[in-house]
């Protein structure tokens, strides 16, 4: 079980690494006006796309695994839960990231630098109480 959590917890770092880096990409590929520019960032933004989202997955997948070994008393505790809610939440941002890039690659994106900005705090703002539930257990 421990091996689990180990793993559990390294691929989320390694996602949230990238949930932290590609909005920033996202901030400067609304900032930039040179065409090279645009399209080398629209390249870097598919690519760290493409590499984090196996760590998305691999991080449900053995969260997932975890909470089957014991689903009575996971499901049963309320910390659990509105842990299941915030990583809801961070797997449609997560989505919702592919759906920026795509609209910042086909230059169909309306949205400014300052959105982004905002954007690319909200990981943050999830991290912090999933870390907290997770190891204070406090409901």
Not at 26 to 43: G, I, N, S
Not at 65 to 79: D, I, M, T
Request: proline share 5%.
């Amino acid at each position: 079980m421990l091996w689990l959590k180990a793993l559990h917890l390294a691929f989320m770092v390694c996602w949230f690494a990238g949930l932290f880096y590609l909005p920033r990409l996202f901030v400067y590929h609304a900032m930039a006006t040179d065409p090279a520019v645009r399209e080398q960032l629209c390249v870097m933004e598919r690519r760290l796309y493409r590499f984090v989202s196996p760590f998305a997955v691999l991080t449900v997948g053995f969260g997932l695994w975890l909470l089957a070994l014991n689903p009575a008393f996971y499901l049963g505790q309320g910390w659990m839960q509105v842990k299941l809610v915030l990583v809801t939440l961070l797997v449609i941002y997560h989505v919702y990231c592919g759906r920026l890039l795509r609209e910042l690659s086909d230059g169909s994106s309306t949205r400014s630098h300052r959105y982004f900005r905002v954007y690319n705090e909200l990981p943050v703002l999830i991290l912090f109480p999933v870390v907290i539930l997770a190891v204070l257990r406090p409901f």
